[in-house]
Every structure is written in structure tokens, then in C-alpha cells.
């Protein structure tokens, strides 16, 4: 204490004989001295950044949180459209449903095909029709034989003109076609109904968004099968052209006849 | 570190102020002094406070710029296709009343359609052909047999060989034959056509209840349907160009032994002649 009196005395005299020197020294240690930092609260630089994020954050609540409010407004309503009106999930299964249901009916379809219907009661006719009933395209190459078996062979020139023996065998080549088309179509109407039978099973197992592409292979098997329609009725029509064509034949070769009889018979008389 | 900085300062002034002996030692321990507390004890200059105000400003510009513009784009946008959904592709209104109509159409022209397909078109009026009449109309696949014995009740049966020659038993036969298959043929595809009527009738009864996103399960259905429709009438066909190509064949036939027999004849006569 005694020295602490004594150092402040020294001081006192030291400042009293050295009044210019204390006061340069004062000044500057009063100049450097560091000050205490200012409180934020009451600092223009914080409270400016405090009403900028208070704008920020009302900005980001009003337009950010806002806008998206509203699209999910109208992205809720759309799904709930959606879900209720456009793809229920109950009437989708519903539909699924009756194509299964269906499944069972087109089976029965199916097997009706499928009945045998043979009827011949001799060995040829019975021969010829269980390959005209085969449903086998392989089987094809065995109808002329089986026909010529029972329908007979092309008349000999020694037996028929030229003329008559063309026509036969016209009717005989028409006649064939259409019997092997029919092999051919029944054998095509057969892999139609499996080829139904599977698009119907994998409609059942579709999604909305897939079905109309089943829906699509299904048309194009429409086409097809119209297309063999076609072909059938194709050589229909061609069988009864030919039909017609042999009618008229008749009359044709029922005039020439008429006239070289009576040219014959003029002949006769004429001799007599 | 500022007030480490600062005591040294000081004391080291100190020690240089109390320490000068002359006026000129002062004076240069002072403008020293002033010096470096200028440039190392003084704090740093602070930053304006012009750019944290521009900062927060270009972010709020950005804000409300922007973004804003983009959100309201994006809600116009998904309004609008909502809007489209719901008045111009999926109108409720319009799927309703499309719901409406096939029940409206069911019933004004299925039963209708129903009792003019099942008309009783009977037409023979002999017991025999009545029999073969009702067994070719009945729709039943299971008394074929019935078939065939009506019909070789009405139209007798094949000749024995005494009474004709084999070409024209086996041509008769084979005639039979294929009548019989298309009437059998017939009885098949009229039970399938009743049976594709059924499937009709379940395919139109659901989409009266269908909806957008169902229709399109019960349109493939109908296809498919349609596709075995088709097989079905091909079937009939094969089985028509059969008998008509059996037709044809048995006209040929005797266009055939026709030339047979006149050869034959021909023969005949040039030997009657030689002989007187």
C-alpha cells in the first residue's frame, strides 16, 4: 500500500514536471484505446439485416409458400378427378372382371368348334371328307387324290373334245382350290380363336394405360381375319363363277351340237 | 488480440515518453507513436452498410421476380389443364350422359332385336321334313345323330350297290356327307351366335357403368370378340365352299361319265352297225 502511495506520488510529480509529455501521452493512449462493441440491438446495421429477413421471410410465406399452395390446390383436384371420374379403381376392376367372365363364354364358343361332324358312310367319300374336315394345312396335298378317287378322272381325248375336257378340268381345278382354301381357312379360324383366347387373357392382367395397346393388336388381328374372310369368300365367288361359266358352256356346246346334227341331217337327205 | 495489442503499446510509449530527456526526443517518441497506433493498433474500418441493404434487396427482387413469375406460370398452367381435363376431355356431363345412352339404347332395341331374331320360322308342313326342319333350327350340338337319321329319312338313304353303281353311291354319299357337315356346321354356329349375343349383352351392360379409364378393357374385349366373330364366319364359309365346291364336282362328275357313256355308246352303235 505504502509503495502503491509512493508510485502514485512519483506519478503526481512526474506528470506536475512534465505536463506537456503527460498530456501528448494521455491524448494518445485516449485515441488507441479500444472501445467496447456496441449491442446489436440497438446497431442500424442488424436492424437493417432483421427488416430484410422479416421481408424475405414474408416474401418467401406469400409468394413462394403461396403459389405452391395453389398448385397444390389444383394438382389435388386434378388427382382427385382423376382417380374418381377417370380411372376408378373399382370400375377398372369391375371391367377386368367381366372379361374374365367373358373368358368362359368364348371357351364354350371354342369347343363348339371343335365338335366332329364326319358324316360319310363309304370308304372313299369317308377318305375324302375326313381330309376335307383335317383342320391341317399339311393335309392339303392329299385332296386332289382323294377327289380324283371319287369324282373320277379327266375324260380321255379319245372320250371328250378338247373343249369339254378343258372344262372339266377347269371345274375339276376350281372345285379343288376351294376345297383346300376351306383346309386353309378352317386350319387359319382355329389359330384365331387361340390367338383371341390369349389377347382376352392378357386384357385381363392389363392396366388402363396398356389395354389400349392390346386393344391395338387386337384390331390388327381384326384386319387379319377379315382378310381371310375375304380370301374365302374370294374363291366362293370364284366357284360360283366358274358354276355360271359351265352353264353357259352348255348352252354353247348345246347350239354347236344342234347345228352339226342338223347339218348332218341335211346331209343325210340329201344323200337319200 | 486488440487489447494485447494496445497494453504493449502503451506500455512501450510509456517507457519511450518517460524515458526522453530532451524536447526533440519527445516530439519524435510522439509523431513514432502516432504513427504506429495508426497503423497498427487501430481497429479496422468497417464495411458500408450500403451492401447488406442492396444484398437483401436483389434477393427479394428475385423473390418476387422470378420466382413469383414462375409459380404463376406454373398454377396457370396446371389450371389450364385441369380446366381441359374437366370440361373438354373428361366432361362429367358429357360421360354421364353417354352412360345414359347405352342404357337408353338397351332398352329400346335389345329386347326388340331379341324377339325378331327368335321369330318361329318353321315352314314345313309334312311330318317328316317338320322332324329335319326343327332338328336344323334347334341351335343343340349334342343329337347330331337325330340329324342324320332325319335326314336320311327325308331324303333317303344311300342306294345299294345292286341298285347303282359305285360312282354314284360314293358321289350321293359324299353329297350327304358335306349337307350333313354344313347342317351340323349350322347347329354349331347358331349356338356360338347366341353365345356371342350373351358376351354383346354383358360388354353394352357394362359400359353403361364404365368409365373413361375402363372403356378401353371392355373395347379390346370387343375386338377379341370380334375376332373370334370372324372365325366363326369363316368356319361357315369353309363349310359353304365345300358344298359348293361338292356341287360343282358332282356336276363335273356326270360331265365326266357323260363322255364315258357316249364313247360307250358310240362303241356300241359302230358295232351293231358292223355286225349288219
Not at chain 1, 373320277?152 to 376351294?178: E, F, L, N, W
Request: proline share 3%.
Amino acid at each position: 500500500m505504502k509503495c502503491f502511495r509512493d508510485a502514485l506520488k512519483t506519478t503526481k510529480c512526474w506528470i506536475v514536471g512534465h505536463k506537456l509529455r503527460a498530456a501528448v501521452l494521455g491524448a494518445v493512449l485516449l485515441v488507441v484505446a479500444p472501445w467496447p462493441a456496441k449491442a446489436q440491438f440497438v446497431d442500424p446495421c442488424c436492424a437493417i439485416m432483421a427488416a430484410g429477413l422479416a421481408s424475405i421471410s414474408s416474401a418467401l410465406q406469400n409468394v413462394i409458400g403461396g403459389g405452391l399452395n395453389q398448385i397444390l390446390g389444383v394438382d389435388q383436384s386434378i388427382q382427385q378427378f382423376e382417380q374418381n371420374t377417370v380411372w376408378p379403381q373399382n370400375l377398372i376392376n369391375q371391367a377386368r372382371a367381366l372379361v374374365g367372365g367373358l373368358q368362359g363364354i368364348f371357351n364354350q364358343i371354342q369347343s363348339l368348334t371343335q365338335i366332329r361332324i364326319n358324316s360319310a358312310t363309304l370308304p372313299n367319300s369317308q377318305q375324302f371328307e375326313a381330309n376335307l374336315l383335317s383342320r391341317n394345312a399339311n393335309q392339303i396335298g392329299q385332296t386332289s387324290s382323294s377327289y380324283t378317287a371319287l369324282y373320277g378322272q379327266i375324260p380321255t381325248t379319245t372320250d371328250a373334245s378338247q373343249q369339254v375336257r378343258d372344262m372339266v378340268d377347269m371345274t375339276d381345278a376350281a372345285a379343288q382350290d376351294a376345297m383346300k382354301r376351306a383346309i386353309e381357312i378352317d386350319a387359319l379360324s382355329d389359330l384365331e380363336l387361340q390367338a383371341a383366347s390369349q389377347i382376352n387373357q392378357s386384357i385381363q392382367s392389363a392396366a388402363p394405360g396398356s389395354a389400349p395397346i392390346i386393344e391395338a393388336q387386337a384390331d390388327a388381328w381384326l384386319v387379319r381375319a377379315n382378310a381371310y374372310t375375304q380370301a374365302a369368300t374370294a374363291d366362293l365367288m370364284r366357284l360360283r363363277a366358274i358354276d355360271l361359266a359351265n352353264s353357259s358352256a352348255d348352252i354353247k356346246t348345246g347350239a354347236t351340237n344342234t347345228t352339226n346334227l342338223r347339218q348332218q341331217l341335211m346331209n343325210l337327205l340329201q344323200h337319200n | 488480440m486488440h487489447y494485447v495489442t494496445f497494453v504493449l503499446f502503451g506500455l512501450t510509449f510509456t517507457w519511450f515518453m518517460v524515458t526522453a530527456n530532451s524536447s526533440r526526443r519527445v516530439l519524435a517518441v510522439t509523431v513514432a507513436g502516432i504513427l504506429v497506433s495508426t497503423m497498427l493498433v487501430a481497429p479496422p474500418l468497417a464495411e458500408a452498410q450500403g451492401g447488406l441493404v442492396q444484398a437483401i434487396q436483389a434477393v427479394l427482387n428475385v423473390i418476387n421476380g422470378m420466382l413469383k413469375n414462375a409459380l404463376t406460370a406454373i398454377n396457370t398452367a396446371r389450371a389450364a389443364m385441369n380446366a381441359l381435363y374437366q370440361n373438354f376431355v373428361w366432361p362429367l356431363q358429357l360421360i354421364n350422359q353417354a352412360r345414359a345412352q347405352v342404357t337408353q339404347m338397351i332398352n329400346q332395341y335389345r329386347a326388340l332385336m331379341a324377339s325378331i331374331l327368335n321369330m318361329n320360322l318353321s315352314s314345313a308342313t309334312l311330318p317328316t321334313p317338320q322332324s329335319l326342319e326343327t332338328m336344323m333350327r334347334d341351335h343343340r350340338v349334342n343329337n347330331f345323330s337325330s340329324l342324320s337319321q332325319s335326314f336320311g329319312n327325308t331324303y333317303g338313304a344311300i342306294p345299294t350297290s345292286v341298285d347303282a353303281s359305285q360312282a354314284d353311291r360314293d358321289m350321293s354319299d359324299m353329297d350327304d356327307a358335306l349337307t350333313l357337315d354344313s347342317l351340323k356346321t349350322l347347329k354349331a354356329s347358331d349356338n356360338a351366335t347366341d353365345l356371342e349375343l350373351q358376351a354383346a349383352n354383358s360388354i353394352e351392360n357394362s359400359a353403361t357403368q364404365a368409365a373413361p379409364g375402363s372403356a378401353p378393357f371392355m373395347t379390346a374385349s370387343a375386338v377379341a370378340s370380334s375376332i373370334r366373330s370372324q372365325a366363326l364366319t369363316q368356319k361357315m364359309l369353309a363349310a359353304e365352299l365345300r358344298q359348293e365346291a361338292a356341287h360343282i364336282a358332282h356336276q363335273n362328275g356326270f360331265r365326266k361319265r357323260g363322255a364315258t357313256f357316249t364313247t360307250q355308246f358310240r362303241t356300241l352303235m359302230m358295232n351293231l352297225l358292223q355286225h349288219n
